[in-house]
Nanobody, 120 residues
Framework: QLLESGGGLVQAGGSLRLTCEDP????????IGWFRQTPGQEREFVAA????????LYAESVKGRFTISKDTARNIVFLQMNSLKPEDTAAYYC???????????????WGPGTQVTVSS
């Protein structure tokens, strides 16, 4: 299972950096995707990156504001979130997949999530 951290409360326009760790190093050759979910809604795609740290994918709603990256030496994936908006408020999850995809059902091994709250 993966492990997310870095969430918190931030004002609109602020920044946060989320971290997705693989404590047992099971998934170092898997693509990693970030998704987010609000109560009563489906988990939606945010960003994804290959196991080598390349070919990032982004949802249209976060392009230009969020950046996904990977420290391949430590097998940690980051999601740098800038210019945050209240509509970015959600629980953020990372999952592992055979290859990058925007489809939630291609990912598994989800962590428990980390809450991001953006105040207006």
């Amino acid at each position: 299972q993966l492990l997310e951290s870095g969430g918190g409360l931030v004002q609109a326009g602020g920044s946060l950096r989320l971290t997705c760790e693989d404590p047992k190093n099971y998934f170092y050759r898997y693509a990693i995707g970030w998704f987010r979910q609000t109560p009563g809604q489906e988990r939606e795609f945010v960003a994804a990156i290959t196991w080598t740290g390349g070919d990032p994918l982004y949802a249209e709603s976060v392009k230009g504001r969020f950046t996904i990256s990977k420290d391949t030496a430590r097998n940690i994936v980051f999601l740098q979130m800038n210019s945050l908006k209240p509509e970015d408020t959600a629980a953020y999850y990372c999952g592992a997949a055979i290859e990058t995809s925007t489809q939630r059902n291609t990912y598994g091994f989800w962590g428990p999530g980390t809450q991001v709250t953006v105040s207006s």
